[in-house]
């Protein structure tokens, strides 16, 4: 399995950007896709879960109301559409795929495979 983030880049606060996971070696609807990311100095957060077929989301707190995550199963991708971005935003940012069915992972630990990451920086 292989996942493959782009769409990161330097904006201005406020401003939106999609970015998006290319998933491939495996059936994408197996397995449900989690978002974090990781800023300089602190730890790996998360951000967003979608569940296999799209129908279940949940947020951080911190990204509610601002930040949309979808998928196209038929694109084998996932997507992580930020709007009204701030400084605080500026991260490292990941997509990773776990197969389980029922739960939520918010730890990271739950996941089993993950891309390289994107770089988002937000200015002032």
């Known amino acids: 399995v292989q996942l493959v983030e782009s769409g990161g880049g330097l904006v201005q606060t406020g401003a939106s950007l999609r970015l998006s996971c290319l998933f491939s070696g495996r059936p994408f609807d197996g397995y449900a896709m989690g978002w974090f990311r990781q800023a300089p100095g602190k730890e790996r957060e998360f951000v967003a879960h979608i569940n296999q077929g799209g129908g279940y989301t949940h947020y951080a707190d911190s990204v509610k109301g601002r930040f949309t995550i979808s998928r196209d199963n038929i694109k084998n991708t996932g997507y992580l559409q930020l709007s009204n971005v701030k400084p605080e935003d500026t991260a490292v940012y990941y997509c990773?795929?776990?197969?389980?069915?029922?739960?939520?992972?918010?730890?990271?630990?739950?996941?089993?495979?993950w891309g390289q990451g994107t770089q988002v920086t937000v200015s002032s």
């Open positions: 990773a795929a776990d197969s389980d069915r029922i739960r939520v992972g918010i730890t990271g630990r739950e996941y089993q495979y």
